[in-house]
């Protein structure tokens, strides 16, 4: 199914994490990145909503 | 026939466009071999992945029309991204992984890989049917505008955007459609940046950026989240914060994971990471971006608050209605509109002095006057727009002309040249993209794994020159088609999406659903094909019968995919069964 490896949760980095280290030092796991993206949308729409409120 | 733009205009975008597709020739030269033609020997890194990605969903029309979406009905077309970040997280974690290890050249091989030849066949067609009408609607829409407004000959705009692709597509293949669109996104991004700072720097002395915002929050346009009420909102309306979540998830899925033209641009990275840095690179930029473009539309809306504006932004359009029994009406009602001109710009300089000095009471006064004009303006707009719609092949939209009338309007020398290269870049960049995937498709899935199996490499990459040639000249010829039936192009552009659906459900059963095998899943693929045409077509046959099948067609993309994981479950059961019959004697 799915794999998942590159999401570890383990502290040993996976293969796939450290790739993304080399790319990108300051992000260490892929879940990280990820979780980052999310969090972005979810900022966006509460500054959207902000904004629709406090212009309208 | 006037021309709209200066000498410098010309030479900025001549030199502009020229320059973007001498690089691409440069950066592609000594390509030879099919691999590099068609996966750029997978030496690309993620920004490269991230920014062509980006300049391939954006076509002219985008930058023509999202302007004009902001200026019309506000910010809340922004929703329809909420659902592609989402999506990109998936694709980076289902799809990537699957399409790198089995090293596909395109997204259907995966198919046979998992199901069967005719699946892979299935989704190809399908692919090849919708993309290839597209892709001549990529050409013709900016060059309709551009006839309208300036002048220029539709048949003879849609041979230069298109010849200018093919150069350098044909003889560089995906490197230089990745390359030459870093350059397109650099001047797109540049030129818009641009045209938003002199458009707030011409506001009036005592109107500033965020006094603009106000006042474009006060009309009603700054709707950046918006909630359907109803059930039928929710189902039609497609730009609500659940559509855009929900729905644009399903059409960002199919889009980025399944459309060749998408999935070419990531399979040549140089490796997994870089190309999952690429997509989230997209997820993480492509709203903030949109939400500039749409703002630029809404800035414009409170520019033309302040400043004589066109009733209606089509010249030909108002020239035709006004030769016409009905031009007289249609004459009294612009004299009226533009009689209110100068009182909402009064009414809105006193609003913002009333604010500015604190003065509620008079605050209140001059905003409910300020909002009875530009609703005044807006009835008459209408009932102008309804007199236009009345004439036989008329085109009673003017969205996507809005941005580029204010821009030979009121922009100075050389930005105009400018935002023209900011058109030919977006046109380029979609078109070669799309152009590239349909020639890779035709040469993968049909030519070399149906019709001539075992050739030299040579033969191949002779073969893909020869295939994006004869599918730039078969864009072209549509496009010129195209241009004769203005309205065409709206329903093309849906017939498109109408695929989508279908082909992601195709990828998901592959995906998730193990269990489901090629037959049921190629059955369910043609079964749900058929319903999505007909739930699209059959309201449009008679919408007293089947009215209550009217939905936004965003929803479509879902329909097709739950439908294909549906029949083929079912189907799997039933063909499963039968199989274990005809097993035992």
């Known amino acids: 199914m799915i794999n998942l490896s590159h999401m570890s949760q383990s502290p040993q980095y996976s293969e796939e994490d450290q790739e993304l280290q080399r790319l990108f030092p300051l992000v260490k796991r892929w879940k990280s990145l990820y979780l980052f993206v999310l969090a972005e949308l979810v900022g966006l729409i509460i500054l959207f909503f902000t904004l629709s409120r406090f212009f309208s | ?585």
């Open chain 2, 1 to 585: 026939m006037t021309t709209g733009m200066a000498l410098l205009d010309w030479l900025v975008m001549a030199g502009t466009t020229l320059a973007i597709v001498l690089y691409g020739l440069w950066k592609s030269r000594g390509n030879q071999n099919i691999r590099g033609y068609l996966l750029s020997n997978h030496d690309m890194k993620w920004w490269t992945i991230g920014l062509s990605i980006m300049a391939t969903q954006a076509s002219a029309i985008t930058f023509l029309s999202t302007p004009g979406q902001g200026f019309g009905d506000g910010m809340r077309f922004v929703q329809f991204y909420f659902g592609l970040p989402i999506a990109m997280i998936i694709i980076s974690i289902v799809a990537i992984p699957r399409y790198r290890k089995l090293d596909v050249y395109t997204a259907y091989e995966y198919l046979e890989q998992r199901f069967d030849l005719p699946t892979r066949t299935l989704g190809s067609a399908l692919f090849l049917l919708g993309r290839s009408l597209a892709g001549g609607i990529t050409i013709v829409a900016p060059a309709i505008i551009l006839e309208t407004l300036l002048g220029w000959d539709t048949n003879l705009t849609c041979i230069g955007i298109g010849a200018l692709v093919l150069i350098y597509t044909v003889s560089g293949g995906t490197k230089a459609v990745s390359q030459t669109q870093q350059q397109q996104m650099a001047v797109i991004l540049l030129g818009m940046a641009l045209a938003g700072v002199v458009m707030v720097l011409m506001y009036p002395p005592e109107l500033g950026f965020v006094d603009a915002l106000h006042i474009a929050g006060k009309s009603g346009k700054m709707n950046l989240i918006t909630l359907p009420s109803t059930f039928d909102e929710f189902a039609s309306d497609r730009y609500n914060i659940l559509s855009g979540l929900v729905a644009g998830t399903f059409l960002s899925l199919s889009y980025f994971g399944t459309d060749q033209s998408q999935v070419q641009r990531y399979l040549g990275g140089k490796s997994v990471s870089e190309i999952r840095i690429g997509l989230l690179f997209n997820a993480i930029f492509k709203i903030p971006m949109q939400f500039g473009i749409l703002l630029i539309g809404v800035l414009m809306y409170v520019f033309y608050l302040f400043s004589p504006n066109p009733m209606f932004f089509n010249e030909q359009e108002r020239q035709a209605i006004l030769a016409t029994e009905a031009g007289p009406a249609y004459a009294a009602l612009e004299e009226r509109y533009h009689r209110l001109d100068d009182s909402v710009s009064t009414s809105w300089q006193g609003w913002l002095a009333a604010r500015n000095a604190g003065d509620t009471q008079q605050e209140a006064m001059a905003l409910e006057q300020a909002q009875q004009l530009e609703a005044t303006a807006s009835r008459i707009r209408a009932e102008g727009v309804a007199l236009i719609s009345e004439r036989e092949g008329s085109r009673p939209k003017d969205q996507d002309r809005v941005f580029l009338a204010f821009v030979l309007e009121h922009l100075p020398e050389g930005l105009v040249g400018l935002l023209m290269a900011v058109i030919f870049a977006a046109a380029m960049s979609s078109s070669s993209a799309e152009l590239n995937a349909l020639a890779s498709t035709t040469l993968v899935d049909i030519y070399k794994r149906q019709i001539r199996p075992e050739a030299t490499d040579k033969h191949y990459l002779s073969m893909s020159r020869w295939l994006t040639l004869g599918w730039g000249v078969v864009a072209i010829c549509f496009a010129i088609l195209a241009g004769q039936f203005e309205n065409l192009i709206e329903y093309v552009n849906i017939l498109g999406s109408l695929f989508y659906g279908t082909i992601l459900g195709l990828f998901v059963v592959a995906f998730f659903l193990p269990s489901i095998k090629g037959k049921a899943v190629f059955w369910a693929g043609l079964i749900t094909e058929g319903l999505v045409l007909a739930i699209y077509f059959l309201p449009i046959w008679s919408e007293e019968i089947f009215g209550w099948l009217n939905i936004g067609y965003l929803w479509l993309n879902m329909i097709g995919c739950v439908a294909v994981a549906g029949f083929g479950s079912l189907l799997q059961l039933v063909l499963g069964a039968e199989g274990e019959k005809k097993k035992k004697p």
